[in-house]
């Protein structure tokens, strides 16, 4: 009986030993590796995503950057992109930073206006180094060799020739010139570090100049770009300046513009003795749209709308479709007074003119 016992129980451990051997390699961990490759298999739908592009800007709290961004990420998702907005903050080391964190990223395309141009060379090795394609908005700048980067944005040159003809034809209407009583002078709000507003308010100068302005009456106002940093700028130059009756401002942007008004307003000149010619029209159709008196009585409107779909659109046909970017990719401007902003404004634009 004993003995039929222990057979009977040997019986059982070998059966048991036999059914462990069957299942055993389901439960081996080393048959689950090939799963853990499947990312590998997923490379070529990695391919077929939606390819990243990045939009830097130098100050992305002013309007026309914000403009500029929402259009850029609007027309990278239309086109079939994702997008990604940075802010420099005005911050050179920031900016260098930012194009390598999009690199990081996985972008594919960078647009970028820089915050400074010297840091050019820096980024455009960077971007070329990963395969990334890379284009300047706004402020131009160059590779490690001197070679242009392709740019999206202005004719600065011609934008200040406009600004400063528009300067020129209110002033001569003005009569102020003629008038004995009066003495005019020009605040020249400049950006004098940055290649692109030189070329803004050197054309404006030249073009009042042409109309008769004493060159020793237009007085240089250097500032960031921003309108706190021209308000202070601007006011000791007009303290300076006690026996000027009538003032004449034009500046690299409308934030330049703006700061200068309000060092005029606070030292107590009338809008009326102002004539104040901004560019970009998205400070200066504010008070015209409020029906308030102001020193703007015309701008060069603008649209970082238009620069930033050029942009995405230039950036997508780089990268997607294999064609180079081109080397100037200019955006319209036209003259805007507070009689025909309305007309002249597209849609999103104006109605930022209640905000």
Aim: hydrophobic fraction near 45%.
């Amino acid at each position: 009986m004993q003995r039929s016992l222990y057979l009977s129980m040997a019986v059982l451990v070998v059966g048991l030993m036999v059914l462990t051997g069957c299942v055993a390699p389901a439960a081996v961990p080393a048959a689950e590796a090939p799963a853990a490759e499947a990312p590998a298999a997923e490379a070529p739908a990695a391919e077929g995503e939606a390819p990243l592009f990045v939009v830097i800007n130098k100050s992305a709290d002013q309007q026309y950057f914000i403009d500029l961004q929402t259009s850029f990420e609007a027309a990278t998702v239309e086109l079939g992109g994702t997008a990604l907005k940075y802010d420099a903050k005005l911050d050179p080391n920031l900016g260098v930073s930012l194009v390598n964190d999009a690199i990081s990223a996985g972008a594919k395309g960078i647009a970028i206006t820089v915050p400074d141009q010297t840091i050019g060379p820096a980024i455009a090795t960077a971007a070329a180094d990963a395969g990334v394609v890379l284009i300047a908005t706004d402020d131009s700048i160059v590779d490690a060799a001197g070679n242009p980067v392709p740019f999206v944005g202005f004719d600065g040159k011609d934008m200040g020739k406009k600004v400063g003809e528009a300067a020129a034809e209110l002033l001569t209407a003005s009569g102020w010139l003629d008038d004995a009583s009066k003495k005019v002078g020009v605040l020249s709000v400049e950006v004098q570090t940055l290649s692109v507003c030189n070329d803004r308010t050197d054309n404006a100068k030249a073009a009042v100049l042409a109309a008769g302005m004493p060159e020793a009456n237009i007085l240089p106002v250097p500032y960031t770009g921003e309108t706190l940093s021209a308000q202070d700028a601007a006011g000791p130059v007009i303290t300076a300046n006690p026996d000027v009756t009538n003032w004449v401002v034009f500046a690299c942007n409308d934030e330049g513009v703006l700061g200068a008004l309000n060092a005029l307003s606070t030292q107590g000149v009338a809008p009326e003795n102002v004539i104040g010619v901004g560019l970009g029209a998205y400070e200066a159709c504010k008070p015209w749209a409020a029906g308030q008196p102001t020193g703007f009585k015309a701008a060069l409107f603008i649209s970082g709308l238009d620069v930033g779909n050029t942009a995405a659109n230039v950036l997508w046909d780089a990268v997607v479709n294999g064609v180079p970017a081109p080397e100037m990719s200019y955006a319209p401007t036209s003259i805007v007074t507070p009689e025909n902003f309305q007309d002249t404004m597209d849609e999103i634009s104006f109605a930022n003119c209640s905000k």
